[in-house]
């Protein structure tokens, strides 16, 4: 198991060979075995099977290959929406306006996302996540009908790979941990070590290759907004951040 996390690689192209509902469905139920903080489960997810709607999603989240492509496609999201029915259906109500709410939700989601990649690649099978369905998530929750206190955090594929790539070089271990408090000056000496790992990298991998490192993507990425629609869709589904 612990090779298998560390094998890690996404997959954008897939061979034609669509997963079975009850292959997805296997995959789903190890996800929901994941931790759930309080055991609300605040997550759902929708099994894009329809062409046309698969279409339109890969469209909107602007990644037409890997969807197109994949033997399976599930978009994950976040779900108060099936508790504040199983609130009313007992005559009461629930305020899942508060921003620790929507913390719960988004780690919920995403650790189930997690088992059910886990599950998806001890089967063989290739995941990459879609983080490109917050692109136009009000354009997706229109598409998948999501109500009021359901929004979507991102896309997984799955499929019979159809490429390989190497795994990617992740921080040492000891840029991760810090032992009894945090320890920013460890960063002077490990930083440019890792850029370096990286770099050569990628200059040496077997596609896409460029002369770059970590630091240069991440300062890149992290200096303009991003998505900066995001706050209002959620306020409008109900997340209002209070």
Same mark, same amino acid.
């Given at each position: 198991m612990i090779e298998l996390l560390k094998a890690h690689a996404s997959v954008r192209k897939y061979k034609t060979i669509p997963l079975s509902k009850d292959q997805v469905h296997e995959l789903i139920h190890a996800g929901q075995h994941a931790a759930s903080s309080h055991f609300v489960q605040a997550y759902s997810v929708i099994h894009v099977t329809d062409p046309a709607k698969r279409e339109k999603l890969a469209e909107l989240s602007k990644n037409p290959q890997q969807i197109l492509s994949a033997g399976a496609v599930l978009v994950f999201c976040t779900d108060y929406c099936r508790l504040e029915k199983a609130a009313n259906l007992s005559g009461r109500k629930i305020d899942f306006s508060y921003a620790e709410n929507m913390l719960v939700g988004s780690i919920d989601v995403a650790l189930f996302a997690q088992n059910v990649a886990i599950a998806a690649e001890s089967k063989g !099978?290739?995941?990459? $996540?879609?983080?490109?369905?917050?692109?136009?998530?009000? #354009?997706?929750?229109?598409?998948?009908?999501?109500?009021?206190? +359901?929004?979507? *955090?991102?896309? =997984?594929?799955? #499929?019979?790979? &159809?490429?390989?790539?190497? +795994?990617?070089?992740?921080?040492?271990?000891?840029?991760?941990?810090?032992?009894?408090?945090?320890?920013?000056? /460890?960063?002077?000496?490990?930083?440019?070590? $890792?850029? /370096?790992? *990286?770099?050569?990298?990628?200059?040496?991998? &077997?596609?896409?290759?460029?002369? %770059?490192?970590?630091? &240069?993507? =991440?300062? &890149?990425?992290? %200096?303009?907004?991003?998505?900066?629609? =995001? /706050?209002?869709?959620?306020?409008?589904?109900? !997340?209002?951040?209070?």
């Amino acid at each position: 198991m612990i090779e298998l996390l560390k094998a890690h690689a996404s997959v954008r192209k897939y061979k034609t060979i669509p997963l079975s509902k009850d292959q997805v469905h296997e995959l789903i139920h190890a996800g929901q075995h994941a931790a759930s903080s309080h055991f609300v489960q605040a997550y759902s997810v929708i099994h894009v099977t329809d062409p046309a709607k698969r279409e339109k999603l890969a469209e909107l989240s602007k990644n037409p290959q890997q969807i197109l492509s994949a033997g399976a496609v599930l978009v994950f999201c976040t779900d108060y929406c099936r508790l504040e029915k199983a609130a009313n259906l007992s005559g009461r109500k629930i305020d899942f306006s508060y921003a620790e709410n929507m913390l719960v939700g988004s780690i919920d989601v995403a650790l189930f996302a997690q088992n059910v990649a886990i599950a998806a690649e001890s089967k063989g !099978f290739g995941i990459c $996540y879609i983080g490109g369905v917050r692109n136009a998530p009000q #354009g997706i929750s229109d598409l998948l009908n999501l109500p009021k206190g +359901v929004a979507p *955090m991102f896309a =997984m594929s799955i #499929g019979v790979p &159809d490429e390989t790539h190497e +795994v990617k070089p992740r921080l040492p271990v000891e840029a991760i941990i810090h032992e009894n408090r945090y320890n920013a000056n /460890k960063y002077d000496q490990l930083i440019p070590a $890792y850029d /370096k790992t *990286m770099n050569e990298y990628y200059l040496n991998r &077997d596609a896409n290759q460029k002369n %770059t490192n970590w630091s &240069d993507q =991440m300062t &890149d990425f992290l %200096t303009s907004p991003r998505r900066t629609h =995001m /706050k209002a869709f959620l306020e409008q589904q109900g !997340f209002e951040f209070n």
